[in-house]
């Protein structure tokens, strides 16, 4: 059964897909069926420049643990830099 879970946010970056480095603009976070990973369900991040189209993308689909660890990761290293949230304001 498709969740239908998707959460959209504009965020300010690099991304390295097949021809380089380009920009990205738009994190699409979703937990739904993946198209490669072999899961039932997956976390799956798209980061994009929309305005570059398609072949500006970088895909990753996680299992809902690894996607856990990666957000304790984040936050973890954030944390350790003396980053806060009043910082992304």
Known sequence: MCTMIVERAGISGSGKGVDGWFP????NVSFDHPTHAPLDHALNIDFVNEAQGPGARVAVELSSESGLALAHAIQTALQRAGVTPADAG
Not at 24 to 27: A, I, K
């Open 24 to 27: 990205v603009s738009r994190v």
